[in-house]
């Protein structure tokens, strides 16, 4: 018998490090994503298999099953040390997690490059979730931590507004009425940023004033809402000043794009992965000029 999961990668439009602290964010589902499949064999093993978007085996582990846990075959590394505490934890979630077979060939599929950032890790954490039956979000807060917004994203097929309210995940789905996505795009920064580094360096950092969250949010709403580029150009800036006052941090247009004539706006961890740009053919060529070859249309990157 086998079985297959998929779950969509994300981009984080609005709220990115203050969605840790309960502000409204934008996040939307990708094209790409991550695919798992389960084939039960009569082996006491786990062969664990992981291939990138060209189909390069990238990952593979043999993981023994023995005595209701799980070791690693051969020398430890730390991927193989994560992906048995992700098992081990979805096991404690739930006990019959495993016991339904002798052992499995496990397959793993990126659809995107793993230096993307759109989701590497939380596509695998949700896909495990859905395999062993158990909340994708309390596996992540027990493996990687964060807000949760991936996990919402990689289970919607929309946009979301995500929010955290006294430590749970609010998932509002809804359409993005746009009329200017063809003058949106985003560029890769040929540069991958370590999403569980950035939280944890946010997380020393004093706490944002109730204040600028309340702002964050309405930023957010008046996004989603909006029916034009220049007013959609605006509030991106204005959501990139609010984060550079969090994060006492130049904006990313001020740090390598002081020059560019339109908006820019970071997603996710600042410093790497995508960007936002507006613009057209112009302003794709502003950034191959600058050496950025990965420039993606807003929607052959956005599920629809």
Not at 13 to 22: D, F, I, P, R, S
Request: charged share 20%.
């Amino acid at each position: 018998m086998t079985e297959e999961f998929y779950s969509n990668g994300k981009l984080l439009l609005t709220g990115e490090y203050a969605v840790l602290n309960g502000a409204k964010a934008l996040s939307i589902p990708t094209k790409y994503g991550q695919s798992l499949i389960v084939e039960k064999t009569n082996k006491p093993n786990i062969n664990w298999r992981s291939f990138d978007e060209k189909q390069n085996l990238w990952f593979e582990a043999i993981l023994i099953i023995e005595n209701n846990s799980l070791l690693f075959e051969g020398q430890e590394n730390p991927i193989s040390k994560k992906l048995i505490e992700i098992l081990e934890t979805a096991k404690k979630l739930n006990p019959n997690f495993l016991l339904d077979a002798i052992g499995y060939n496990i397959t793993t599929h990126l659809d995107f490059p793993r230096d993307w950032g759109l989701g590497t890790s939380s596509t695998l954490i949700n896909n495990i979730a859905n395999w062993a039956n158990v909340d994708a979000y309390q596996l992540l807060q027990l493996s990687f931590g964060g807000s949760g917004y991936d996990i919402a994203s990689a289970k919607n097929d929309s946009p979301i507004i995500y929010q955290l309210k006294n430590n749970t995940s609010i998932v509002e789905t809804l359409e993005l009425n746009w009329n200017f996505t063809d003058q949106l795009f985003f560029v890769y920064l040929n540069k991958k940023q370590n999403s569980h580094s950035a939280i944890n360096s946010y997380q020393k950092k004093e706490k944002p004033s109730e204040e600028i969250i309340k702002k964050i949010s309405s930023i957010t709403s008046k996004l989603i809402d909006c029916d034009s580029l220049s007013e959609f150009e605006s509030l991106i800036k204005k959501h990139e000043s609010c984060i550079s006052e969090i994060l006492q941090q130049k904006t990313i247009k001020e740090l390598l794009f002081n020059d560019f004539t339109r908006a820019i706006k970071s997603l996710g961890a600042w410093g790497g992965d995508f960007i936002l740009a507006t613009g057209n053919d112009l302003e794709m060529n502003y950034f191959r000029n600058k050496g950025y070859s990965t420039i993606i249309p807003f929607n052959e990157m956005i599920f629809s």
